[in-house]
């Protein structure tokens, strides 16, 4: 159940994470779970947004580059990245970019 | 059908959009293919991606912060954002920000 995220004011960072995902299984839900999990707990990390219908949206928002320099070279997620590239995607995107500004309702 | 954009090499920006639905239909599907269509008729559009389930979440790109003003200044928008806060969303977030770097697969 993804939610809104209740992010800080501005600046802070968005990883536009956008995929299609390829016939292959293998563990994908629990790793997307567990991949979800595992970044919350992270040092930095502010909030997760995702949704997947023709392709798949996940961002997620950091305080800094730092955090999420750090965040891409956990063992876990490395290992992920890997079966993500050799099995469960058939392309993705990853763009990281610096929140400026933000409204809502 | 939302596919990944192919988007040029950084710096552009990215404008996410996170929302949550009413139970109001009136026309939102509707709306919301011709904001697309219209979307890509507009000077610095670079590109947009959609997906939604618990949330909706759109990121559209552009070429510089002034295609985005521009884009949320055009007329047929402006009454698709008055419906939207009025009638169709629950709950959105807007976000700007700059795509520093990108990579993919």
């Known amino acids: 159940m993804s939610v809104i995220a209740n992010t800080p004011k501005p600046p802070y960072y968005a990883v536009i994470f956008t995929s299609t995902r ?5 563990g994908y839900g629990e790793m997307a779970n567990r991949m ?7 040092s930095g990390f502010l909030g997760i947004e995702s949704a997947r219908e ?3 949206i996940t961002v997620s928002y950091w305080a800094d580059l730092e955090s999420i320099k750090r965040w891409k070279a956990n063992a876990e997620h490395v290992e992920a990245q890997k079966n993500g ?3 469960w995607y058939s392309a993705f995107k990853v763009r990281v970019s610096k929140v400026e500004r933000d409204y809502g309702l």
């Open 85 to 87: 590239r050799q099995s």
């Open 22 to 26: 390829s016939e292959a299984d293998n």
């Open 54 to 56: 023709d392709i798949g």
């Open 36 to 42: 979800v999990a595992l970044a919350e707990q992270q």
